[in-house]
């Protein structure tokens, strides 16, 4: 019997583009009907669960959905995070054909309020940063109740009700993911968990990382053009010091990525640790992504940004997908994490 493609990297795994064909172009449809493909593929739909002790190959095949397409892989990563909230809170099941996403942006300015009714719950407001706005059929969204913040998964099939807002999107990064607002008129929704129940949870940061695990597939599609020329030869003393700085970094963050899956396998339920691994995760595979864009760009100088429409797509998408990450404020977070585990250890060592 003949083995079945499979998407995870490694001796016997086989790369995204073996199995998809060329990654898509800019138009935003390309993108929609690559990412309905995938969530089609078994790869994707039998990946495993964070926690179910194969973490390590979930986030190995996400790193390598966003080493072929980043908009792609990040519209990929929202579905099976999509997947693994509801697994882990009870929801109804991804059925074939879904294509779900996760609205879960609390800028400042007015919430989307849910209101329970004799039919059931409804939302309403707009809903800002919403990627997938016109390519999802469902989504996961977090709304204001009168019991606090909750999540309810919202059909998007009636478009009166869950209107999408082109526009607003000035950048060329991650264009492509039609990440808009999108305004809830009286949208039907079903409660997933209580309140708080999506943020209260080991499964939050260990989606965390997935995003991480993105970036760092991103990475990866970065460093491809310099790498390809170190192995034809054709590159300085200076663009040698450049990739063996990048090589480095990415190695490290995927040497983190693989020590973040074992602890989330060990101990697939502890919130505040699981909170401790994906902000100690995100930041290392966050400087590595920044320290090869920077280290490309030196080494390569300019033409592959202005002459390589793909290189210069995969450079405009990671510069905006890292801005996922809240920079100093996260760093300022891990810190405090760190330093209260320090502190409560010097009192153990004390008593």
């Not at 079945?4 to 016997?12: E, K, S, Y």
């Not at 190695?251 to 902000?279: K, M, N, T």
């Amino acid at each position: 019997m003949s083995r079945r493609p499979d998407l995870l990297p490694g001796p016997v795994g086989r790369e995204p583009r073996s199995v998809l064909g060329e990654p898509p172009g800019r138009r935003v449809e390309d993108v929609a009907a690559a990412v309905r493909a995938v969530v089609a593929l078994p790869d994707v739909t039998d990946v495993p669960l964070p926690g179910s002790g194969r973490t390590a190959g979930r986030w190995a095949l996400l790193r390598a959905l966003a080493r072929w397409d980043v908009a792609a892989g990040r519209l990929v990563e929202a579905h099976l995070d999509a997947a693994a909230i509801l697994a882990e809170l009870g929801g109804a099941p991804v059925l074939p054909g879904q294509v779900w996403a996760v609205w879960a942006a609390e800028p400042p300015g007015p919430a989307v309020a849910a209101t329970p009714g004799p039919d059931g719950w409804t939302l309403r407001g707009r809903k800002p940063w919403c990627s997938g706005a016109a390519a999802s059929t469902h989504a996961l969204v977090t709304a204001t109740a009168d019991d606090g913040r909750r999540l309810f998964a919202v059909p998007l099939a009636d478009r009166d009700r869950t209107r999408p807002v082109p526009g607003g999107w000035a950048a060329a990064g991650m264009a492509q993911t039609q990440t808009w607002s999108v305004d809830l008129d009286d949208a039907p929704a079903v409660p997933v968990g209580g309140p708080r129940a999506y943020l209260d949870r080991a499964g939050f940061w260990h989606g965390g990382v997935g995003v991480a695990a993105c970036w760092l597939g991103g990475a990866d599609a970065v460093l491809a053009p310099l790498a390809a020329r170190a192995a034809s030869g054709r590159l300085d003393p200076h663009g040698l010091a450049h990739l063996g700085a990048a090589a480095a970094a990415v190695h490290a963050a995927g040497a983190v990525l693989a020590a973040a899956a074992a602890d989330v396998d060990a101990d697939p339920h502890d919130a505040a640790g699981a909170e401790v691994v994906a902000r100690r995760a995100r930041a290392v595979v966050e400087h590595a992504a920044t320290t090869v864009l920077d280290r490309v760009g030196r080494a390569l100088g300019a033409a592959p940004l202005c002459l390589d429409a793909g290189h210069a797509r995969r450079v405009e998408d990671l510069t905006v997908y890292l801005r996922q990450s809240h920079a100093e404020r996260d760093l300022e977070v891990l810190g405090t994490l760190v330093a209260a585990s320090l502190a409560g250890s010097l009192a153990g060592a004390a008593s």
